[in-house]
């Protein structure tokens, strides 16, 4: 079974542009001594391109690395070949973003589910099913429950990321539809490239979300996989808010905090059939950061007496770092960073961080970038005001060195 469907998966993956290029994991060490794990990809114009274990890719200035790593890139260069067409183009930055817009109380899909089967193969494992706006490729099948709920719950998110107003109208549309590969077994998902231990990722070189149905509270039964309703589907939701996360806030590797603290941000709403119910007060940030969120099943539970890194440390860590051995807690930290730049400062009106997102669109990168976030003010500044909105809220926070 695995071998046979595990194959198609991997060959559809390899055809979305998604294939390794033979460059292995190696590490990598800039001019001032740091290092970092990562795949190099190519080399566009003056920077080079990498790509982390869990799929995500970044620039770093090619004059940044050390001498050894220049001329490891010369090397790699000769020998990489040429990458295959992506047969798919990313959705174009509309003219008009949503920026200013009012923040959504509610997002609410009415009526039933539009979803179709489009194909489903037992000889090959090839089945294929449709939503308006996505297109899920799977090696078993989804019986009729599953594909209805999938078909909601995907909708649903995509009118939710693109309603707040953040300008997430992103995605490499194919056939008129974004792509998902979802997998019956953790191994066939792994042999296609996801990260070993992960419950999920998003491709940003292909734009394809990749997740193991065991992730999604799916059951084999002897019809295909049925949905596990105990279960919850956050895994999904923060992977497909990355597949909407405008390319330029991704485009840097310091913005673990952005598009983490986003992605938990749309995946910590409280969810039911066809409805998102957004907090703007901050409760259900606060317990899915402190403990195990509004159901009592899922959240981070760093518990409400933090000991963080400084501010402007924080705002500018690099992935490697931010999703390396305390991501646990940078995931949770940067939920409440994202929360408060929306719903906290300057009462609520969100101006400091859609200045933020206007300079990235506008092509400013790391602390270039982050003048906006500041008001003016200084990074010292802003510790106290974030760290003062928050204790309001019962959580103290103690920046350290």
Request: glycine share 8%; aromatic share 12%; proline share 4%.
């Amino acid at each position: 079974m695995t071998s046979r469907h595990g194959a198609f998966l991997s060959g559809l993956l390899f055809a979305l542009s998604c294939a390794k290029s033979h460059a292995e994991q190696r590490t990598w060490t800039n001019t001032q001594g740091r290092t970092f794990q990562a795949e190099f990809v190519k080399v566009d114009g003056a920077n080079a391109i990498f790509a982390f274990e869990n799929g995500r890719t970044f620039a770093t200035p090619v004059a940044d690395l050390s001498p050894a790593d220049r001329q490891a890139l010369v090397r790699l260069q000769s020998v990489a070949p040429a990458a295959p067409a992506t047969p798919g183009t990313a959705a174009q930055t509309p003219v008009q973003t949503n920026f200013g817009y009012a923040w959504p109380r509610e997002i609410r899909m009415d009526g039933a589910s539009q979803s179709k089967v489009v194909s489903e193969d037992a000889k090959t494992g090839r089945y294929i099913y449709e939503s308006p706006h996505y297109r899920f490729t799977c090696d078993a099948r989804l019986t009729e429950d599953v594909l209805r709920n999938f078909a909601m719950m995907f909708e649903t998110t995509h009118k939710y990321a693109t309603s707040v107003p953040l300008a997430l109208h992103s995605g490499v549309i194919r056939q008129g539809r974004l792509d998902v590969l979802l997998f019956q077994s953790m191994n066939g998902y792994i042999q296609a490239g996801g990260p070993a231990g992960s419950a999920g990722c998003y491709v940003p070189s292909t734009g394809v979300v990749m997740v193991p149905m065991e992730s999604l509270g799916l059951t084999r039964t002897s019809t295909g996989f049925s949905l596990d309703t105990a279960k919850q589907n956050k895994v999904l939701i923060h992977e497909l808010a990355h597949q909407l996360t405008t390319r330029e806030y991704m485009r840097s590797s310091r913005n673990g905090w952005l598009v983490e603290g986003l992605a938990e941000y749309l995946a910590s709403t409280p969810y039911t059939w066809g409805h998102f119910r957004p907090d703007p007060q901050g409760n259900i940030v606060l317990n899915y950061v402190t403990a195990y969120g509004e159901d009592g099943r899922f959240g981070r539970n760093l518990g409400k007496k933090l000991r963080a890194p400084r501010l402007k440390q924080f705002l500018l860590m690099d992935y490697s770092y931010f999703a390396g051995r305390n991501a646990n807690f940078n995931y949770g930290f940067a939920l409440l960073l994202t929360h408060y730049f929306l719903h906290m400062e300057g009462g609520g009106k969100s101006y400091r961080i859609t200045e933020y997102l206007k300079a990235l669109r506008a092509g400013k990168n790391d602390e270039d970038a982050l003048a906006p976030l500041l008001g003016g003010s200084t990074f010292e500044k802003l510790e106290k005001e974030f760290a003062d909105a928050w204790r309001k809220k019962g959580i103290e926070i103690e920046f350290v060195p």
